[in-house]
């Protein structure tokens, strides 16, 4: 796959799947190279499985399956076809691969009681989702799900929508999820990596540019893409070459905040980092970071110098919502002209409960609590459909949106959305969100453009999370990625 992949959506496959079957001037030749593709990802993965069970269901996702048991069948497993009562093979094409596996002699049970297996394979719903699955349908999914055996999933976890990552009702847990034609921004984001596991894809060798000719809904930035965002630096750079992040945060409780995103600042190659906390915190932002300068911001002359200084403004972590932070925030606001913005947190807060607008270019980090606070919706409403949501809220506020949590989303309004394919669930804890604000503020400061430093920043944060979860993912602290920051900010070897 290339670094950056278009991710589809379920209209644009549909398109894709119009337009092959055309050109190949037979709709059942996708579905023979899907089937086909699926029993040699199979085999790939599950060599020695032998007693294979394909579980059925009645569009054509069902019909790769079929296929795929032919192939089963001919190379000698143990093959058992099972479907639901009620999901008999219907349309044109399934009952076409179903009556060629029954006449290469294959078998099916029609009760949708499951055998014993090494290997299940589910092909029960795929892109055709319509609904949430109950009934027969749901008693089908649970069985599989608790049967035991490894599931390989074709195109999709059967119960996920292939859109928006949400799972409505019933869904399959796979091990594995092998796509057909182009990866789906669904399978990549919110609750689908729970269901996913690993995902493989098969093209089935459709020309890559019919594919050209649909919409991509999304891209996908994976690990390899992060060095060609990193400007290289001149021999002769200066402090001042590398830009100056202001960091503003760390009410009374919370100043450890501000120090994380300070320091993942510094660490991810900002060339001045001054700090705007409660003077309380200052003696010790200074022990533990001598290369930030402090500054408190009820000294107001002191604090709109360094807003006067600053290329990058960064607001929120630990900044609270109390009449300290809100003054702050306001300050900071009031000098944003000519400034980069990064808002997080407690200033996202701030902003959703002041209804206030925002600067254009504006960089705003919000998990989705705080994306829900700023779409005056709830959090579960966001997670249903994380892409809808970020463009939403770039729409809304005319800024560039990462909206946190599995699956990373950057969106901005006129721009293609990306989703970040790296980070772990070891991150899931508190300081990490900071983290990432004062990386996106030090790319800012570095010269990127928004859009590329809240794509560039998340991909950094989320492969730093990753290389450093390689010591296990349970009791990952923040502060353990900034060696990882530093040596992923420099791609190439220092001369
Ligand atoms: N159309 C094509 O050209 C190709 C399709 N392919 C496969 O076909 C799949 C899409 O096929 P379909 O459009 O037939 O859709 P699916 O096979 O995904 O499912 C549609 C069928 O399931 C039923 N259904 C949907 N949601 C349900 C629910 N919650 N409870 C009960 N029944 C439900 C529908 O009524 C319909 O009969 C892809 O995911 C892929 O696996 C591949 O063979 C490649 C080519
Ligand atoms: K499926």
């Keep these: 796959?290339?670094?950056?992949?278009?991710?589809?959506?379920?209209?644009?496959?549909?398109?894709?799947?119009?337009?092959?079957?055309?050109?190949?001037?037979?709709?059942?030749e996708l579905m023979r190279r899907a089937g086909q593709a699926a029993w040699r990802d199979l085999l790939r993965a599950w060599p020695d499985a032998h007693r294979i069970v394909v579980a059925c269901g009645p569009g054509?996702?069902?019909?790769?399956?079929?296929?795929?048991?032919?192939?089963?069948?001919?190379?000698g497993r143990e093959v058992t076809v099972v479907h639901a009562p009620a999901h008999a093979p219907r349309g044109e094409l399934a009952p076409r691969a179903a009556g060629d596996f029954r006449e290469a002699g294959g078998s099916v049970r029609t009760d949708g009681a499951l055998p014993v297996a090494d290997l299940l394979v589910d092909a029960v719903f795929g892109i055709g989702l319509s609904r949430a699955p109950e009934g027969e349908s749901a008693t089908f999914i649970d069985a599989l799900n608790a049967h035991g055996a490894p599931i390989l999933s074709l195109d999709v976890?059967?119960?996920l929508d292939a859109d928006t990552g949400n799972a409505p009702g019933r869904c399959i847990y796979a091990r594995r999820t092998i796509e057909f034609i182009a990866p789906k921004a669904g399978l990549r984001t919110g609750a689908a990596l729970d269901y996913v596991g690993d995902l493989s894809l098969a093209t089935l060798a459709l020309e890559p540019a019919w594919l050209d000719e649909v919409h991509a809904c999304a891209k996908l930035l994976q690990a390899d893409a992060l060095a060609s965002w990193l400007p290289p630096r001149a021999r002769n750079a200066h402090k001042g070459s590398h830009g100056r992040v202001l960091c503003i945060g760390g009410d009374h409780g919370s100043g450890g905040a501000i120090m994380l995103c300070a320091q993942a600042a510094l660490r991810s190659g900002a060339g001045l980092v001054d700090v705007a906390t409660r003077e309380l915190h200052v003696p010790a932002l200074l022990a533990r970071l001598p290369e930030a300068m402090a500054h408190v911001p009820t000294f107001r002359e002191q604090f709109e110098a360094s807003l006067e200084r600053a290329d990058v403004i960064a607001v929120g972590p630990g900044l609270g919502q109390e009449s300290w932070g809100e003054h702050a925030l306001d300050t900071a606001m009031q000098h944003a002209q000519g400034r980069a913005l990064v808002l997080d947190a407690d200033a996202l807060n701030l902003v959703a409960r002041q209804h206030r607008a925002l600067p254009a270019g504006t960089i705003i980090t919000p998990h989705p609590g705080e994306a829900a606070r700023l779409l005056d919706t709830d959090a579960k409403l966001v997670q249903r459909d994380r892409l809808a949501a970020a463009r939403e809220l770039a729409a809304r506020y005319g800024c560039v949106v990462v909206l946190k949590g599995a699956g990373t989303i950057v969106a901005a309004a006129g721009r293609t959305p990306r989703v970040?394919?790296?980070?772990?669930p070891g991150m899931a804890v508190g300081g990490m969100g900071d983290v990432l604000t004062g990386v996106i503020a030090a790319l800012r400061a570095q010269g990127l453009a928004a859009f590329d430093a809240a794509s560039a920043g998340a991909l950094l944060h989320a492969c730093a999370g990753d290389a450093a979860a390689a010591a296990g993912e349970r009791g990952l602290l923040p502060t353990d990625l900034m060696p990882f920051l530093r040596a992923l900010a420099?791609?190439?070897?220092v001369r």
């Design 1 to 28: 796959m290339p670094t950056t992949p278009a991710l589809r959506d379920v209209a644009a496959l549909r398109a894709i799947e119009a337009l092959a079957s055309q050109r190949l001037g037979d709709g059942f």
């Design 60 to 75: 054509n996702n069902g019909g790769d399956g079929y296929v795929l048991a032919r192939h089963a069948l001919e190379s």
């Design 157 to 159: 976890p059967s119960g």
């Design 420 to 424: 970040i394919a790296a980070g772990n």
């Design 490 to 493: 420099n791609p190439e070897p």
